[in-house]
């Protein structure tokens, strides 16, 4: 699902970013994939995505 339209960035991307490029909140986001630095509409949803991996991976890790 695309979350910024502006730069073309799905949430897989976002994922991506967080778990290999050590991205933990918008203004790494923004450094790394320019996510939410033109019109802005999609820094909440951006935002819930990089929270929601970093609940995911940290679940990951009580299991493991
Ligand atoms: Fe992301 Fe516009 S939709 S900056």
């Known amino acids: 699902m695309f979350?910024?339209?502006c730069y073309?960035?799905?949430d897989k991307q976002i994922t991506k970013a967080v778990r290999d490029e050590g991205v933990g909140n918008?203004?790494?986001l923004r450094k790394?994939?320019?996510v939410g630095s033109q019109c802005g509409k999609?820094?909440?949803l951006a935002q819930q995505v990089i929270d929601n991996t970093i609940i995911d991976e940290s679940?990951?890790?009580e299991v493991c």
């Open 3 to 5: 979350v910024c339209l």
């Open 8 to 10: 073309g960035i799905t």
């Open 26 to 28: 918008m203004r790494d």
């Open 32 to 34: 790394t994939l320019g």
């Open 42 to 44: 999609c820094i909440q």
């Open 59 to 61: 679940l990951f890790k």
